[in-house]
Protein backbone atom coordinates (compact mmCIF):
# COMPACT_ATOMS: atom_id res chain seq x y z
CA UNK A 1 0.00 0.00 0.00
CA UNK A 2 1.26 3.12 -1.34
CA UNK A 3 1.57 6.02 1.79
CA UNK A 4 0.35 9.66 0.71
CA UNK A 5 2.02 12.52 2.51
CA UNK A 6 0.84 16.38 2.59
CA UNK A 7 2.45 19.32 4.48
CA UNK A 8 1.59 22.58 5.38
CA UNK A 9 2.98 26.11 6.68
CA UNK A 10 0.82 28.85 7.26
CA UNK A 11 -0.30 31.74 9.64
CA UNK A 12 -3.66 31.19 11.01
CA UNK A 13 -5.42 33.88 13.59
CA UNK A 14 -1.90 34.53 15.22
CA UNK A 15 -0.60 30.79 14.98
CA UNK A 16 1.77 29.19 13.11
CA UNK A 17 0.81 25.68 11.86
CA UNK A 18 3.12 23.34 10.14
CA UNK A 19 0.88 20.27 9.46
CA UNK A 20 1.52 16.89 7.99
CA UNK A 21 -0.38 13.25 7.42
CA UNK A 22 0.14 10.01 6.34
CA UNK A 23 -3.18 9.34 4.87
CA UNK A 24 -3.08 5.97 3.88
CA UNK A 25 -2.18 4.91 7.30
CA UNK A 26 -4.90 7.21 9.09
CA UNK A 27 -2.41 8.82 11.42
CA UNK A 28 -1.67 12.55 11.87
CA UNK A 29 -0.19 15.35 13.37
CA UNK A 30 -0.05 19.19 13.30
CA UNK A 31 1.84 21.53 15.05
CA UNK A 32 0.88 25.16 15.74
CA UNK A 33 3.43 27.56 17.99
CA UNK A 34 1.23 30.98 19.29
CA UNK A 35 2.30 33.96 17.69
CA UNK A 36 5.66 36.02 18.40
CA UNK A 37 7.03 33.74 21.39
CA UNK A 38 9.09 36.49 23.51
CA UNK A 39 12.34 35.61 25.47
CA UNK A 40 11.17 34.84 29.04
CA UNK A 41 7.64 34.64 28.00
CA UNK A 42 5.80 31.39 28.40
CA UNK A 43 4.78 30.27 24.79
CA UNK A 44 2.31 27.51 23.86
CA UNK A 45 2.97 25.21 21.32
CA UNK A 46 -0.10 22.48 20.23
CA UNK A 47 0.12 19.49 19.28
CA UNK A 48 -3.25 17.59 17.64
CA UNK A 49 -3.90 15.06 15.16
CA UNK A 50 -5.62 11.40 14.93
CA UNK A 51 -4.28 7.53 15.86
CA UNK A 52 -6.19 5.00 14.47
CA UNK A 53 -5.35 3.57 17.73
CA UNK A 54 -3.51 3.60 20.90
CA UNK A 55 0.09 5.16 20.38
CA UNK A 56 2.08 7.97 21.67
CA UNK A 57 2.71 11.66 20.92
CA UNK A 58 5.83 13.07 21.11
CA UNK A 59 6.49 16.99 20.77
CA UNK A 60 10.24 17.88 21.13
CA UNK A 61 11.65 21.26 21.36
CA UNK A 62 14.88 22.24 19.82
CA UNK A 63 17.50 25.00 19.12
CA UNK A 64 20.00 22.88 17.03
CA UNK A 65 17.07 21.50 14.60
CA UNK A 66 14.90 18.29 14.27
CA UNK A 67 16.78 15.13 14.07
CA UNK A 68 16.40 13.00 10.75
CA UNK A 69 14.47 10.32 12.81
CA UNK A 70 11.98 9.78 15.94
CA UNK A 71 14.71 7.48 16.95
CA UNK A 72 17.37 10.28 16.73
CA UNK A 73 15.15 12.58 18.26
CA UNK A 74 14.81 10.71 21.32
CA UNK A 75 18.76 8.98 21.17
CA UNK A 76 19.91 13.31 21.20
CA UNK A 77 16.85 15.39 22.72
CA UNK A 78 17.58 16.91 26.54
CA UNK A 79 15.59 15.93 28.78
CA UNK A 80 13.48 19.18 29.39
CA UNK A 81 13.17 19.47 25.60
CA UNK A 82 10.39 17.12 24.86
CA UNK A 83 7.19 15.81 26.28
CA UNK A 84 5.09 12.65 25.02
CA UNK A 85 1.33 12.02 25.29
CA UNK A 86 -0.42 8.49 24.89
CA UNK A 87 -3.51 8.76 22.40
CA UNK A 88 -6.40 7.34 20.96
CA UNK A 89 -8.24 8.71 18.01
CA UNK A 90 -8.44 12.45 17.91
CA UNK A 91 -6.29 14.65 20.18
CA UNK A 92 -5.41 18.21 20.65
CA UNK A 93 -2.32 18.67 23.71
CA UNK A 94 -1.42 21.99 24.67
CA UNK A 95 2.28 22.62 26.37
CA UNK A 96 4.14 25.74 27.63
CA UNK A 97 7.51 26.74 26.71
CA UNK A 98 9.95 29.90 27.30
CA UNK A 99 13.23 30.31 25.91
CA UNK A 100 15.98 32.63 27.54
CA UNK A 101 17.04 33.32 23.85
CA UNK A 102 15.98 35.19 21.26
CA UNK A 103 17.16 32.68 18.41
CA UNK A 104 15.38 30.47 15.93
CA UNK A 105 13.33 27.49 17.29
CA UNK A 106 12.17 24.16 16.05
CA UNK A 107 8.99 22.21 17.24
CA UNK A 108 9.17 18.33 15.81
CA UNK A 109 6.05 16.39 16.39
CA UNK A 110 5.89 11.90 16.27
CA UNK A 111 2.73 10.19 16.10
CA UNK A 112 4.61 6.92 17.14
CA UNK A 113 3.26 3.27 17.64
CA UNK A 114 3.16 2.11 21.47
CA UNK A 115 5.53 -0.23 22.12
CA UNK A 116 8.29 0.38 19.27
CA UNK A 117 9.72 3.33 17.52
CA UNK A 118 7.66 3.35 14.58
CA UNK A 119 6.60 6.67 13.04
CA UNK A 120 3.12 6.88 11.86
CA UNK A 121 3.05 10.69 11.04
CA UNK A 122 5.73 13.27 11.27
CA UNK A 123 5.55 17.10 11.54
CA UNK A 124 8.07 20.08 12.01
CA UNK A 125 7.85 23.67 12.12
CA UNK A 126 10.39 26.29 12.91
CA UNK A 127 9.44 29.39 14.94
CA UNK A 128 11.78 32.77 16.05
CA UNK A 129 12.23 33.86 19.52
CA UNK A 130 11.87 37.38 19.75
CA UNK A 131 13.18 39.77 22.02
Request: with cysteine; glycine share 8%; aromatic share 10%.
Amino acid sequence: MRKAGVCLVAVLGGWLVAATAVAATGNQIEIAVSSDPTVGETYNVTVHGASRGPANAWLFIEYSGCAKSFAAERRLAPKKSFVHYRVNGSFVRISGWASNSAVLDHACAYVVANGSSATLAHARISFRIHH
